[in-house]
């Protein structure tokens, strides 16, 4: 109860503070402004010299005028010439000046040009009549004055507001920069522990596979039916099996380092595209013990392609389509021609895929959700495949429905 009540009764007050402190620090800023802005001018056009060359100026144009209605047998306005006086000060010197001055000229005008006949003085109502008119346009110029310097310090106010957004702007700018470069080469330094640790780890794993497969020959061939060798040679087609995806896995960072560092090198020739696809069709066929159907329009396709990179996409594409189908589900390869290029089609019958993320499957490292709970991998076959695909001038891309299957394509130019 009581916190309340201190809370209520300081609350005016804090409010109050706050709006003088910020008045004053708005004060602050213009008297600042000012300041510069008198700093920036001239020697000459200060203020104090407009105030001490006043007197001289206006003297002159009393002088002038005296002499205009010397020559001249009648002046209609005497002493309208002391105006430019005011109007010299105003442009040269400011309002303070020009203020001052139109004070000077309006003593002037009393004591020496207007007609003595009406006894005119400042101190009579008729005297300070007779100065009304020029008062007035004195002091219009004055306002006008004001005015303009308002306009030039704001905008001298504006023009530092934009210097102090651009210096902020640059500053940023640099540390984007310094961030960017540093991003860049720990980017670099990850590329290259990659293809390190990728070309470090493929020698022991090739020999540890190949010795396995060697020993696994050597035992198939002594027909013997001793369990403790048969589960030797289990445990070796495990060992072969998973080396097996080790390898692949393996293959497909060095693939990635490769595409990153600009050097994935093609080797092409003249290729029956056909007899390519149907050939790594059987293969996957006999691997995976899966149904997959091969159709082809036409017997054979020539085209100009790397064969080993091409068929890398083939079978990624149909391995893909078996991992993320059910295991009794066909897939199907489908080879055509269009005018000048070349379609393949590998259709699954799985999940399929949502359309905002078939946007993304084929940036590296990414998985579906899906996939990252249903199947193994890395992420990175499609990115690869999309690679070698842009590389043949062809494009590849996917046509999808969740719940209904997926079907990945691929044109290249004949
Ligand atoms: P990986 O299969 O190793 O995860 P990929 O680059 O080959 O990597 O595929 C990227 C992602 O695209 C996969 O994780 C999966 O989510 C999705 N994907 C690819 N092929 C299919 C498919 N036939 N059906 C459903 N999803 C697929």
Same mark, same amino acid.
Request: hydrophobic share 40%; with cysteine; proline share 4%.
């Given at each position: /109860?009581?916190?309340? /009540?201190?809370?209520?009764?300081?609350?005016?007050?804090? #409010?109050?503070?706050?709006?003088?402190? /910020?008045?004053?620090? =708005?004060?602050?800023?213009?008297? #600042?402004?000012?300041?510069?802005?008198?700093?920036?001018?001239?020697?000459?056009?200060?203020?104090?010299?407009?105030?001490?060359?006043?007197?001289?100026?206006?003297?002159?144009?009393?002088?002038?005028?005296?002499?205009?209605?010397?020559?001249?047998?009648?002046?209609?306005?005497?002493?309208?010439?002391?105006?430019? !006086?005011?109007?010299?000060? !105003?442009?040269?010197?400011?309002?303070?000046?020009?203020?001052?001055?139109?004070?000077?000229?309006?003593?002037?005008? $009393?004591?020496?040009?207007?007609?003595?006949?009406?006894?005119?003085?400042?101190?009579?109502?008729?005297?300070?009549?007779?100065?009304?008119?020029?008062?007035?346009?004195?002091?219009?110029?004055?306002?006008?004055?004001?005015?303009?310097?308002? %306009?030039?310090?704001? %905008?001298?106010?504006?023009?530092?507001?934009?210097?102090?957004? %651009?210096?902020?702007?640059?500053?940023?700018?640099?540390?984007?920069?310094?961030?960017?470069?540093?991003?860049? &080469?720990?980017? =670099?330094?990850? $590329?290259?522990?990659?293809?390190?640790?990728?070309?470090?780890?493929?020698?022991?794993?090739?020999?540890?596979?190949?010795? !396995?497969?060697?020993?696994?020959?050597?035992?198939?061939?002594?027909?013997?039916?001793?369990? &403790?060798? &048969? *589960?030797?040679?289990?445990?070796?087609?495990?060992?072969?099996?998973?080396?097996?995806?080790?390898?692949?896995?393996?293959?497909?960072?060095? $693939?990635?380092?490769?595409?990153?560092?600009?050097? /994935?090198?093609?080797?092409?020739?003249?290729?029956?595209?056909?007899?390519?696809?149907?050939?790594?069709?059987?293969?996957?066929?006999?691997?995976?013990?899966?149904?997959?159907?091969?159709?082809?329009?036409?017997?054979?396709?020539?085209?100009?392609?790397? *064969?080993?990179?091409?068929?890398?996409?083939?079978? *990624?594409?149909?391995?893909? %389509?078996?991992?993320?189908?059910?295991? $009794?589900?066909?897939?199907?390869?489908?080879?055509?021609?269009?005018?000048?290029?070349?379609?393949?089609?590998?259709?699954?019958?799985?999940?399929?895929?949502?359309?905002?993320? =078939?946007?993304?499957?084929?940036?590296?490292?990414?998985?579906?959700?899906?996939?990252?709970?249903?199947?193994?991998?890395?992420?990175?076959?499609?990115?690869?495949?999309?690679?070698?695909?842009?590389?043949? *001038?062809?494009?590849?891309?996917? &046509?999808?429905?969740?719940?209904?299957?997926?079907?990945?394509?691929?044109?290249?130019?004949?």
């Amino acid at each position: /109860m009581k916190h309340s /009540m201190k809370a209520t009764i300081s609350t005016p007050d804090t #409010a109050k503070h706050r709006y003088t402190r /910020m008045e004053r620090v =708005q004060l602050s800023k213009s008297a #600042a402004l000012r300041k510069d802005y008198m700093e920036h001018l001239p020697a000459w056009r200060r203020p104090t010299v407009g105030y001490m060359l006043s007197l001289p100026l206006v003297g002159l144009f009393l002088l002038l005028s005296m002499f205009i209605e010397q020559i001249l047998s009648y002046v209609y306005f005497p002493g309208s010439l002391l105006i430019i !006086a005011v109007l010299l000060s !105003a442009f040269i010197w400011g309002v303070g000046p020009a203020l001052f001055s139109l004070l000077l000229c309006l003593l002037a005008l $009393d004591y020496f040009l207007l007609p003595p006949v009406w006894h005119i003085d400042v101190v009579t109502l008729k005297g300070a009549l007779q100065l009304v008119p020029f008062a007035i346009s004195g002091l219009v110029i004055a306002i006008i004055t004001a005015q303009r310097e308002r %306009a030039r310090l704001e %905008a001298l106010a504006a023009e530092y507001e934009a210097k102090n957004i %651009a210096d902020a702007l640059e500053e940023s700018n640099q540390k984007l920069e310094e961030s960017n470069t540093k991003l860049q &080469e720990a980017n =670099q330094l990850k $590329d290259r522990f990659l293809s390190m640790a990728s070309h470090e780890l493929k020698t022991p794993i090739t020999t540890i596979r190949g010795q !396995a497969q060697l020993l696994l020959r050597r035992l198939d061939k002594q027909h013997t039916a001793i369990p &403790e060798v &048969e *589960n030797t040679k289990k445990t070796l087609a495990k060992i072969n099996e998973q080396t097996g995806r080790l390898n692949s896995l393996i293959d497909e960072l060095m $693939d990635v380092s490769r595409i990153r560092a600009g050097k /994935m090198v093609l080797h092409t020739r003249n290729s029956d595209f056909v007899a390519l696809c149907h050939e790594i069709v059987e293969d996957q066929r006999i691997l995976s013990g899966r149904t997959i159907t091969f159709t082809s329009e036409q017997p054979a396709i020539t085209t100009t392609i790397d *064969n080993d990179r091409m068929g890398q996409v083939v079978i *990624n594409l149909i391995s893909n %389509a078996l991992k993320y189908s059910p295991p $009794d589900s066909p897939v199907e390869v489908k080879v055509d021609t269009c005018g000048q290029n070349i379609f393949l089609h590998v259709t699954d019958h799985g999940k399929g895929i949502a359309q905002e993320q =078939q946007q993304h499957i084929f940036e590296t490292f990414y998985r579906t959700p899906d996939a990252e709970s249903s199947a193994k991998g890395l992420g990175l076959g499609l990115a690869i495949c999309k690679e070698i695909v842009e590389r043949h *001038n062809g494009r590849i891309w996917c &046509e999808s429905q969740p719940g209904m299957g997926s079907t990945f394509c691929v044109e290249l130019p004949k």
